[in-house]
């Protein structure tokens, strides 16, 4: 008759202070090793290690009882197998307050650990040299250190894991202080957890992309738009607390910055230089600066107001760049995001140093020194002013290639809009092409408009946006924004569309204004007939076949 397995017994208590008389250390980092070793020497404590570790805790004057003894059994595979023994399991799962527990320990021989102390391979990092094969990043899966690590961390009630030479001298202290509590312990526990599962969950990432797991088996695939392949079936995040923040969105929302472990690209890897703490709006802002800004392949400043552009232009150098950037919208302006994709020269401070202007934060891929100085020392609002430095590069490789966005207790992934629009691939549908010295500006103003909040609209002349009509409801309250914003400087500009116009409606603002030339993508079941208003008011226009929505 078959007997159901049941469940195991709950310990019956648990203990507040354990005293530490006998520690299993094995380590692959190596750090601060001779400071732990010197605090178990003093405090009495029996080590029991491997390998390297116990070379290295030898050399400091301690004495080793070697696991391989504890055992009775070698090292085996190259060391793949060592501590995966009862004798070290047993002695580290064992719980204090059963007596049953307490005599299987008696009847084979085996004494308790009071502490473990393990860090991991450093899978992570032999994963990110440029020439990693694939049989070393296999080799530097750990297997007896997460097995030691998580048995103690389940043992808490009775076992320290300590897996961080960060943590070495909270450990040291509680030992001087004659033991472990069990807040100690549980907080050990909880970084133990952590540390676990953030190897996991670098070795599932690495695996998936080794064995090309890239999306569910049997599902169609879906294709992308640049030749990227299929979503992910599976992400897995491994994310860290990079920038506390004093406050959200606003005051009574709690809020800070997270990236993923070993990310440093965009915002990710930002440095600020000077001026105060970077706020939550302060970063969705710097967002939306830098990757404008690094659509645009020549010297380009952006100036940034809630996420959206209120200037932005393109030049020969970034400080005149900057200069018409800023003049495009000077009311916005004021204490606004100013990003540039170039390094932040003299020029460009002199620039910022006009009287009655003021920016929150400067962003760039770097700052010359000069710069630096005038900024924080002659303006009214050098005290102020965050000066930023981004790390330009892909910063999308770990989160496979998705942009993330939160929703109500989901995510959202989708390919972030970096793909370079093609001009060869755009198409004049007016009777009327645009003339040769609007071709530039067209492409400036569709490279723009893909970073407005949808419904979007831009307006520029040359190289510089002057109007945005921005997350409108309609299309043509966003083209009257839009013109509006830019007056008189419509006049023999260009405007570009995030999307289609659904009606004809638009281009008799569109005419009045003086618009010279308007790009779309194009799409809408009425496309013949705003084509056929176009040609009524003799505007060119083209079709880039392209949406560019931005919610």
Request: charged share 20%; glycine share 8%.
């Amino acid at each position: 008759m078959h007997t159901p397995h049941s469940a195991p017994r709950p310990s019956l208590s648990t203990v507040d202070v354990v005293p530490i008389r006998r520690v299993l250390v094995s380590v692959f980092d190596k750090t601060g090793l001779d400071r732990l070793a010197r605090g178990l020497k003093a405090a009495g404590v029996r080590v029991a290690s491997t390998g390297g570790t116990s070379a290295a805790l030898a050399s400091h004057g301690v004495a080793v009882e070697d696991v391989s003894a504890i055992t009775g059994f070698p090292e085996v595979l190259d060391g793949r197998v060592k501590t995966l023994h009862p004798h070290i399991f047993a002695g580290i799962l064992a719980r204090g307050d059963r007596p049953d527990d307490l005599e299987v320990l008696a009847d084979h021989g085996i004494e308790r650990f009071d502490a473990v102390i393990v860090n991991l391979y450093d899978f992570a990092g032999v994963i990110a040299k440029p020439d990693c094969q694939p049989a070393e990043a296999v080799e530097l899966i750990d297997i007896g250190g997460p097995s030691l690590v998580r048995a103690a961390a389940k043992n808490h009630a009775f076992t320290a894991v300590v897996t961080s030479p960060d943590q070495y001298d909270d450990f040291l202290a509680a030992v001087g202080r004659g033991g472990t509590t069990l807040a100690d312990r549980r907080l050990f526990a909880a970084r133990a957890f952590e540390h676990t599962a953030a190897y996991d969950a670098a070795i599932a990432r690495w695996m998936a992309r080794h064995a090309g797991l890239v999306a569910d088996a049997g599902a169609p695939a879906v294709g992308e738009p640049c030749g990227e392949p299929p979503l992910a079936a599976r992400l897995t995040l491994d994310l860290e607390r990079r920038l506390p923040l004093r406050y959200g969105e606003n005051p009574h929302q709690s809020a800070a910055m997270y990236a993923p472990v070993g990310t440093h690209l965009g915002l990710a890897g930002l440095r600020q230089l000077c001026g105060k703490e970077l706020s939550y709006n302060n970063l969705l802002d710097l967002d939306g600066a830098t990757r404008l800004v690094g659509l645009v392949s020549e010297p380009a400043a952006v100036v940034v107001k809630h996420t959206n552009p209120c200037g932005a232009a393109s030049d020969t150098s970034v400080s005149t760049a900057l200069a018409t950037a800023m003049a495009a919208d000077p009311t916005s302006a004021f204490g606004s995001i100013v990003a540039v994709n170039r390094t932040f020269d003299r020029a460009c401070a002199e620039v910022l140093l006009t009287p009655g202007m003021f920016v929150e934060v400067i962003a760039a891929p770097a700052f010359d020194r000069e710069a630096v100085e005038l900024l924080t020392t002659k303006p009214t609002w050098k005290a102020s002013v965050r000066l930023v430095e981004v790390p330009p590069g892909d910063p999308w490789e770990a989160t496979g290639g998705m942009e993330l966005r939160s929703v109500a207790g989901a995510l959202l992934a989708q390919r972030p809009d970096v793909c370079c629009d093609d001009p060869a691939a755009w198409r004049v549908v007016t009777n009327t092409a645009p003339p040769p010295e609007l071709t530039q500006p067209l492409g400036f103003a569709f490279t723009l408009v893909r970073r407005l909040t949808s419904n979007a609209i831009a307006v520029c002349r040359g190289a510089s946006l002057v109007g945005a009509g921005i997350g409108q409801t309609s299309r043509v309250d966003a083209v009257r924004i839009a013109l509006e914003k830019a007056g008189e400087r419509a006049r023999g500009g260009v405007l570009a569309s995030d999307a289609f116009f659904p009606f004809p409606d638009s281009i008799d603002l569109i005419k009045r204004a003086g618009i010279a030339a308007i790009i779309q993508p194009g799409g809408s079941k009425r496309d013949a007939e705003v084509i056929a208003a176009a040609d009524a008011a003799g505007i060119p226009m083209v079709f880039t076949a392209r949406r560019h929505f931005r919610h």
